[in-house]
């Protein structure tokens, strides 16, 4: 069923950007790196190119479904979402994350609010959709990586690929033992009928103007003081001192060799910069093969939960709303840093 609808959008924004002044103010004045001019650069900035992407993302499902589009969008996923009993919705959901992660899931809280999805339908697309994220920065990072690291670095995306590729199968097993059959794939079904061309264009026209000025608003009411929030507490450092214990943590506990603490810290600090110190102790050889491979899915594992806070928790709890965004930030994350878990103990014992 459809979710009920906030009554006054406009006036809980109001609440929210005065909320966010005063945290604003309050920084300003309260911590000698942050001035007004950083915040129009490094927060205004990217903040209203977030809140663009996700109007783009809004605006898109609608269009896409009210035009009558998702089955053929989803096209090329089709056999695999049928067994998984996700539809052709969460599949067309699934084909536009390989484009963006943003539209992705601003398709599918649209198709949840209409009640054309269930929640277990949202949440495992959500999670299946880690798989295209997977490809959607690949051709950058692999050219970056490989000269970087050689060997080490390919059977690093080998063990991240195949722990994508593992908890995505899986996850489709567990809709197909656990889901019904969506309404929308039953033959011959009445909601199968599709309107005439200027129909749905009418249609699409009409919704749009109905439903995207509401939801752009409710989706800032959250994003926008959250991603404050967040960046107020990058500024105070916060995230570097979690990112730093978390390190220290796990290489003084499991893994206490000082050459790998070196490789772990870089990495959790920067992308680029773990690869490259990694590159620089394997060719000294300070390092084997497989010791490499060990510390950067360590780092790996270690990184992308912080960075996940830090990046995706205000677009994901202004997309779905606070609960259900902090539900599938954390279950998603879970998965992932689980997977990879996995792969790397697997990878110990029998590389």
């Keep these: 069923m459809a979710r009920k609808k906030a009554k006054h959008p406009y006036r809980a924004l109001a609440v929210s950007l005065g909320l966010t002044l005063i945290m604003l103010t309050a920084g300003v004045y309260g911590l000698e790196t942050l001035n007004w001019p950083v915040v129009g650069g490094r927060l205004i900035r990217p903040l209203l190119r977030l809140l663009g992407f996700i109007l783009v993302g809004l605006a898109a499902g609608q269009v896409i479904e009210a035009m009558g589009w998702t089955r053929a969008l989803a096209l090329a996923a089709r056999p695999v979402f049928r067994f998984g009993r996700l539809g052709h919705r969460c599949g067309a959901a699934f084909m536009a994350a390989f484009v963006s992660g943003v539209t992705a899931n601003a398709m599918l809280v649209e198709f949840y609010r209409d009640g054309k999805i269930s929640r277990q339908q949202l949440f495992l697309t959500n999670f299946v959709n880690q798989f295209p994220a997977f490809f959607l920065h690949l051709p950058t990072t692999f050219f970056i990586v490989i000269p970087l690291t050689g060997r080490a670095g390919a059977l690093y995306f080998l063990l991240t690929f195949t722990a994508a590729l593992l908890r995505t199968l899986l996850l489709l097993c567990y809709g197909r033992l656990r889901l019904p059959l969506p309404p929308a794939e039953v033959p011959a079904a009445a909601s199968d009928h599709r309107p005439t061309r200027g129909t749905r264009w ?118 779905f709303e606070p609960k259900m965004g902090a539900q599938l930030l954390i279950m998603g994350q879970a998965l992932r840093v689980g997977s990879v878990a996995l792969a790397g103990v697997v990878y110990f014992l029998v590389g």
Excluded: C
């Design 202 to 319: 009418k249609d699409m026209l009409a919704g749009v103007r109905r439903k995207l000025p509401r939801r752009i608003t409710m989706v800032a009411v959250y994003v926008v003081p959250i991603y404050v929030a967040v960046f107020m507490a990058n500024t105070m450092g916060w995230f570097d001192f979690m990112r730093d214990a978390l390190a220290h943590l796990v290489v003084s506990s499991f893994i206490p060799v000082e050459s790998l603490s070196v490789v772990v810290l870089s990495f959790v600090a920067e992308f680029t910069s773990g690869f490259a110190a990694a590159g620089a102790l394997l060719d000294a050889g300070v390092l084997t093969v497989k010791q490499t491979v060990l510390a950067l899915l360590t780092g790996n594992v270690l990184a992308f939960p912080i960075r996940a806070l830090r990046h995706q928790l205000p677009h994901y709890m202004g997309i």
